[in-house]
């Protein structure tokens, strides 16, 4: 069972049963191909604590964005205190006193704590009272009872401090209802006892708080109660008392997938790639090794370090300790430049922001990575182009109507085949791939992975972050679990299940009960 630090009872408050400030009913969204949230209904009284929990695609965000007035629901009733509103906005959904606290805080780094809190008000005639912002946001921090430096630049603050400041910013709109979105993944866990108080705090004080967080071992810390969404619906809400981790991430997953559908190893002897003992950023102290024709996969809540260990491999991030090593060749310092010539690719996590050139065409993208193969002289030889690009989208199967065609106007499928296709032009052996079926259908999905099937099989070396956990099971031949910048665990895909790897993942503790 959860050790039970903080309930109701404890506050020396009793929660009114009937004081529901927030009530939802029958919300749903869809987008095209999925439906994100299914006829939710959703109760949070005044004064409590609720945790909402569920894993990637379970509604979450969808639910949040349209409490805050990001998205519109296609149907539903949202009522504050017992009357129907519209969130058609943020602007409005603060007016009618829900505030949220977004994961990447939304701060203007170059502006001081003060500015940030009062932004958009205390002004008249286009005049700044900076008596009135002083005013409020002392206000707000007094609520909070936190100290930070108000004249302070956002960007010289450490993460608690930005964290406290975005707090306080939602504060100071006076919420009945405040949401707080993965608050301590950014946080040393030294900071993050200070966050719960503070909630604590808050929630003495009347404020409902819906807390989002993928850390396990905060929830009854902190919450009265936790709901649980799956696939877009209510699995169910409980006390805090009344459950356990374990129940929790059963909630979360639902049918463990069948032991059949684990692939079979295709790993060989050979290493294509040592990672040891590698640190830098939230990354400490990291090892493993990558086979000849072996799939890895990497697994761990948001804040993990999966992005940051595959962008510290590539040289986008700093390593300030231990090696990557690829044939006879270790480098403390790589550079992106360096491992493309060695055989190594990376697939960014934003294939739009990060991964493609929106405004050039299939055939460029694909050749961006092996320029100098089809240039002479500095200047690009559109038949070389051509011919590299053609035999990329004849190999992967891309759809499109021809090589000239810009490739924003592909499917998000097929924009991911393209970044493949670049780093297969410029003959990556070792493909490391960053969340890349985010934002596909279940049949991109499908031949993406058969894809990497193939390339594993001919002796290419993946790793892999993938959307969803289940999809560790289709393609993976190994896996590690990663938990704040840690690797707690190593797993071949026949050792694993589902809630094993989520349990690590969201406690990092091995349950001996969880077995395949």
């Known amino acids: 069972m959860f050790s039970i630090e903080y309930d109701a009872g404890e506050s020396g ?34 004064g409590e604590v609720r945790a909402l929990l569920g894993k990637n695609g379970a509604g979450k965000s969808t639910f949040v964005e349209i409490l805050s007035g990001t998205i519109r629901p296609d149907a539903g009733d949202v009522q504050i205190d017992g009357r129907s509103v519209t969130l058609g906005s943020p602007t409005q959904a603060r007016d009618e006193g829900i505030s949220t606290v977004h994961q990447d805080l939304s701060l203007f780094p170059e502006l001081s704590a003060r500015e940030n809190i009062t932004i958009g008000r205390c002004s008249r005639y286009g005049v700044i009272s900076f008596r009135q ?3 409020e946001a002392d206000a707000a921090l007094e609520q909070m009872g936190s100290m930070i430096d108000l004249n302070a630049r956002v960007a010289s603050l450490s993460a608690r401090d930005q964290q406290l400041t975005a707090i306080a910013k939602a504060l100071s709109y006076r919420p009945r209802v405040l949401i707080l979105d993965e608050p301590t993944s950014a946080l040393p866990s030294e900071e993050v006892g200070q966050l719960i108080a503070l909630v604590r705090r808050l929630a003495d004080r009347g404020v409902a708080v819906i807390y989002v967080s993928h850390r396990l071992d905060e929830i009854p810390r902190v919450a009265h109660s936790v709901t649980v969404l799956r696939d877009g619906s209510l699995v169910d809400t409980l006390d805090i008392r009344q459950t356990t981790q374990s129940n929790i991430v059963e909630m979360m997953l639902g049918t463990e997938l069948a032991q059949s559908e684990k692939p079979l190893s295709r790993a060989k002897d050979g290493s294509s790639m040592s990672v040891s003992q590698i640190s830098g950023g939230k990354l400490h102290d990291i090892s493993f090794q990558l086979h000849e024709g072996e799939i890895l996969g990497l697994w761990g809540a948001p804040g993990s370090g999966r992005t940051e260990l595959l962008r510290a491999i590539y040289g986008l991030d700093p390593i300030t300790g231990g090696a990557v090593t690829f044939g006879e060749s270790a480098f403390l310092h790589v550079n992106p430049g360096e491992l493309i010539r060695r055989g190594v690719g990376f697939s960014p996590d934003d294939r739009k922001r990060d991964g493609l050139v929106l405004s050039l065409s299939v055939a460029e993208n694909i050749s961006l990575a092996c320029l100098r193969e089809v240039s002479r002289g500095g200047v690009i030889q559109s038949r070389e182009l051509e011919q590299v690009a053609k035999k990329q989208v004849e190999q992967l199967a ?8 810009p490739v924003r106007s592909l499917s998000g499928g097929n924009q991911q085949k393209v970044v493949v296709g670049k780093l297969l032009a410029a003959h990556a052996r070792v493909l490391l791939l ?19 099937r193939a390339l594993a099989e001919r002796g290419a070396s993946v790793i892999i972050a993938p959307t969803e956990l289940e999809e560790l099971f289709l393609v993976c031949d190994r896996i590690l679990v990663l938990r704040q910048g840690r690797m707690i665990c190593e797993m071949t895909i026949h ?6 790897i989520m349990h ?8 001996e009960s969880i077995v395949n």
């Open 495 to 500: 050792d694993a299940n589902p809630q094993k």
């Open 434 to 452: 960053d969340e890349p079926t985010k934002g596909i259908d279940v049949e991109a999905k499908s031949g993406l992975y058969a894809l990497l």
């Open 504 to 511: 690590l993942a969201l406690t990092g503790e091995n349950d």
């Open 133 to 135: 912002q002083k005013l």
């Open 13 to 46: 408050r009793m929660i009114d049963s009937s004081a529901y400030v927030l009530r939802v009913r029958g919300l749903r969204k869809t987008y095209p191909g999925t439906i994100a949230l299914k006829g939710l209904d959703f109760d949070l009284q005044a």
């Open 398 to 405: 891309i759809k499109i109507s021809s090589l000239a065609a």
